[in-house]
C-alpha cells in the first residue's frame, strides 16, 4: 500500500508534467495564429506587383504616384494606372455632386442658418466667385455654371494623355499628371514650370478646379450649363470636343484625346 505522502508527490509531479506540456501546445498554436494574420511580404523592385497591391501601398505612402514603368506597356500598365487615380477622381466628383444638389435644394430657400451661410461662403471661394454674403443677392447662375463635374472618364483619359499613363518624368517627380504648370514663384516641384503636387488627389482636384474657374475654359463651362438646361447627360463624349484651350495643338488635341477616349473607353469604365 503506497503511503499518502508519496501519492501527494506523484500527483504533484503529474500536474507540473502536464502544465509544461499544454503550455508548449499554447505557445505553438499562439505563434502560429500570430504569424498568419500579420505576414511580413517583402518585395524586391524588380518583382512584378498587381496593381491592387500598388494601390494600398500606395495610400500609405501619402499617396503618391507608384512607379508605374514597372508594369508592362499596354494593358498592366493601363490596370495600375486606373486603379490608382480613379478613386480620387470619383471621390471628387461625388464631392462636388453633393455641393451641387445641395445648392439646386436651397435655390428657392429664403431660410438660411449660419452652418448653412458658412458653407455657401466655402463654396463660392473655392470656385472664386464674388458673393457679397446677402443671401438675397446669391449669385445662383455662376455658381451651378462652375458647381459641377467633369465626366469621370475625361479625366481620365486627359490624365492618361498628359502623364503617358503615369509614366512620364513630370507624373513621378511632381505628381502631376495634367501638365499643369506653375504661376510665377509658386514653383517647388523637380521640374521647373509646372506644378508641384504632393500627392494624386491633390493634382485631380487642382485640375477640376482649374477647369471649373479660368477664365481660359468659359466656353467649356458654358456648354455644360447648356446640357444641363436641356436635361442632357455631361458625358465625356459630349465635353471633349467643348475643351477649348488646353492645348496648343488646338483641335487636333481634342481628336486625339477623343481617339483615346474611344479606344480605352471599356478598360475605363471597368475601374469606375
Known amino acids: 500500500m503506497i503511503s499518502?505522502?508519496?501519492?501527494?508527490?506523484?500527483?504533484?509531479?503529474?500536474?507540473?508534467?502536464?502544465?509544461?506540456?499544454?503550455?508548449?501546445?499554447?505557445?505553438?498554436?499562439?505563434?502560429?495564429?500570430?504569424?498568419?494574420?500579420?505576414?511580413?511580404?517583402?518585395?524586391?523592385?524588380?518583382?512584378?506587383v498587381s496593381s491592387k497591391q500598388e494601390y494600398s501601398r500606395n495610400s500609405a505612402?501619402?499617396?503618391?504616384?507608384?512607379?508605374?514603368?514597372?508594369?508592362?506597356?499596354?494593358?498592366?500598365r493601363k490596370k495600375a494606372f486606373l486603379r490608382t487615380v480613379m478613386p480620387y477622381i470619383t471621390s471628387q466628383n461625388a464631392a462636388i455632386t453633393a455641393d451641387r444638389n445641395w445648392l439646386v435644394s436651397k435655390q428657392y430657400d429664403g431660410r438660411w442658418s449660419p452652418t448653412e451661410r458658412s458653407r455657401l461662403k466655402g463654396i463660392t471661394k473655392r470656385y472664386k466667385i464674388s458673393w457679397s454674403g446677402n443671401t438675397r443677392k446669391i449669385p445662383w447662375n455662376s455658381l451651378l455654371e462652375r458647381v459641377d463635374i467633369i465626366p469621370g472618364s475625361m479625366v481620365a483619359t486627359m490624365a492618361a494623355a498628359e502623364s503617358g499613363w503615369g509614366t512620364s518624368k513630370l507624373a513621378r517627380n511632381n505628381n502631376n499628371l495634367f501638365g499643369?504648370?506653375?504661376?510665377?514663384?509658386?514653383?517647388?516641384?523637380?521640374?521647373?514650370?509646372?506644378?508641384?503636387?504632393?500627392?494624386?488627389?491633390?493634382?485631380?482636384?487642382?485640375?477640376?478646379?482649374?477647369?471649373?474657374?479660368?477664365?481660359?475654359?468659359?466656353?467649356?463651362?458654358?456648354?455644360?450649363?447648356?446640357?444641363r438646361k436641356t436635361d442632357q447627360e455631361v458625358t465625356a463624349s459630349a465635353m471633349i470636343h467643348k475643351l477649348k484651350g488646353y492645348s496648343t495643338r488646338g483641335s487636333s488635341y481634342n481628336n486625339f484625346l477623343f481617339s483615346m477616349y474611344q479606344d480605352n473607353q471599356r478598360l475605363i469604365a471597368a475601374h469606375m
Open 61 to 76: 505612402k501619402s499617396s503618391s504616384l507608384p512607379d508605374l514603368r514597372k508594369y508592362p506597356s499596354g494593358t498592366p
Open 4 to 48: 499518502t505522502p508519496i501519492r501527494r508527490y506523484g500527483a504533484a509531479i503529474l500536474m507540473l508534467l502536464t502544465g509544461v506540456f499544454s503550455g508548449g501546445v499554447l505557445a505553438t498554436t499562439h505563434t502560429a495564429t500570430t504569424s498568419h494574420k500579420a505576414p511580413v511580404i517583402k518585395t524586391s523592385s524588380s518583382t512584378k
Open 180 to 227: 499643369m504648370k506653375c504661376g510665377r514663384g509658386k514653383c517647388a516641384g523637380k521640374v521647373k514650370g509646372y506644378s508641384h503636387f504632393d500627392t494624386v488627389k491633390e493634382s485631380v482636384e487642382a485640375y477640376v478646379v482649374n477647369l471649373n474657374t479660368h477664365p481660359a475654359y468659359k466656353s467649356f463651362r458654358k456648354s455644360r450649363a447648356q446640357l
